[in-house]
């Protein structure tokens, strides 16, 4: 059974950091490129971060660029979001998602596995 946990959520100031954990198994995690997709209240979903198969390749949307480093351990299976510098627009469900590397066409990939989410909640 394919899973993917995340956690590490929570609320937040702004300025503040927060680190997500996605914990995967079920499927070759080290074949698959690994990313960040959030949603904010009302809003649709909005693709945050990438990293590849290797964890060499890392890519970023311009929002979260210079504040957000994602990283993963292919040995513990694990993704990896430090947050940092957090702004009420951070504040979203962040999900993470998988899709198979041969197929990793940026914000367009066609994600093959999804977690559940976790909240981030960023507010005085």
């Known amino acids: 059974e394919v899973r993917l946990v995340e956690s590490g959520g929570g609320l937040v100031q702004p300025g503040g950091s927060l680190r997500l954990s996605c914990a995967a198994s079920?499927?070759?995690?080290?074949?698959?490129?690994m990313s960040w997709v959030r949603q904010a209240p009302g809003k649709g979903l909005e693709w945050v971060s990438s990293?590849?198969?290797?964890?060499?390749?890392?890519y970023y949307a311009d929002s979260v660029k210079g504040r957000f480093t994602i990283s993963r351990d292919n040995a513990q299976h694990t993704l990896t979001l430090e947050m940092n510098n957090l702004k009420p627009e951070d504040t979203a469900i962040y999900y993470c998602?998988?899709?198979?590397?041969?197929?990793?066409?940026?914000?367009?990939?066609?994600?093959?596995?999804w977690g559940r989410g976790t909240q981030v909640t960023v507010s005085s």
């Open positions: 998602a998988a899709v198979d590397g041969r197929y990793y066409s940026g914000v367009d990939s066609p994600w093959n596995f």
């Open positions: 990293i590849n198969s290797g964890g060499e390749n890392t």
């Open positions: 079920g499927f070759s995690f080290s074949s698959y490129y």
